[in-house]
Nanobody, 126 residues
């Protein structure tokens, strides 16, 4: 059974930083591209960042580029999202997701991810 468990969310002031973590189990993590998404109240779930199986390839949403950094530790089966210069518009529930497709591409659409965590709340106060 695949499980993704996010942690690290919380309340932070605008301009501050947070690091989210996602612990994976039940899948061949070292072969699996991973992504971070977020969903604010009343809005659709949106792509934030994704990382290839080796960690060498990453992509970001325009809103995250230059402020957020995705990384992974295959030995620990962990993926991270370092978030800097946080803004009030970053407030959302953040989800970790796994893509089992082996397509060789990093995907941005939620429909391309097969497994999801329960989410962790990030609230940025202005």
């Amino acid at each position: 059974q695949v499980q993704l468990v996010e942690s690290g969310g919380g309340l932070v002031q605008a301009g501050g930083s947070l690091t989210l973590s996602c612990a994976a189990s039940g899948l061949t993590f070292s072969n699996t591209p991973m992504g971070w998404f977020r969903q604010a109240p009343g809005k659709e779930r949106e792509f934030v960042a994704a990382i290839g199986w080796s960690g060498r390839t990453t992509i970001y949403a325009e809103s995250a580029n230059g402020r957020f950094s995705i990384s992974r530790d295959n030995a620990k089966k962990m993926v991270y999202l370092q978030m800097n210069s946080l803004k009030s518009e970053d407030t959302a529930v953040y989800y970790c997701a796994a893509d089992r497709s082996r397509s060789g591409f990093l995907n941005r659409a939620p429909r391309d991810y097969d497994y999801w965590g329960q989410g962790t709340q990030v609230t940025v106060s202005s």
